[in-house]
């Protein structure tokens, strides 16, 4: 199971920075991917890193305000976001998505899994 942290209450305009730690081994096909869960809204696709090339993916709201990267001695990923807006108010989640053999990326939770509990983002305006 993968967990989010490191989330909390910042003002418009700062930054805050997530992390997700796996508590099982993350193999070289896998993606590991960011969402988000606004109150009363679907499940929303933040961003996603390649653990093999460390090549990512981001929804085109947070392009340029958010980054990700991956810790492979600690089989954890990060999610670095500057510039907050209000709209990004959210419950962040991490989760995996196996793989046997390199695959595009993909922007749809049903895909992925070993979900944990996620980490509450609340940016003030």
């Known amino acids: 199971q993968l967990q989010a942290s490191g989330g909390g209450l910042v003002q418009a305009g700062g930054s805050l920075r997530l992390s997700c730690a796996a508590s099982g081994p993350i193999f070289s096909n896998d993606h590991i991917g960011w969402f988000r869960q606004a109150t009363g809204q679907e499940r929303e696709f933040v961003a996603v890193?390649?653990?093999?090339?460390?090549?990512?993916s981001f929804h085109d709201s947070v392009k340029g305000r958010f980054t990700i990267s991956k810790d492979i001695p600690e089989e954890a990923v990060s999610l670095q976001m500057n510039g907050l807006k209000s709209e990004d108010t959210a419950v962040y989640y991490c989760?995996?998505?196996?793989?046997?053999?390199?695959?595009?990326?993909?922007?749809?939770?049903?895909?992925?899994?070993?979900w944990g509990q996620g980490t509450q983002v609340t940016v003030s305006s």
């Open positions: 890193i390649n653990w093999r090339t460390g090549k990512t």
């Open positions: 989760a995996i998505r196996r793989s046997l053999r390199p695959t595009p990326f993909s922007s749809f939770a049903y895909e992925y899994s070993d």
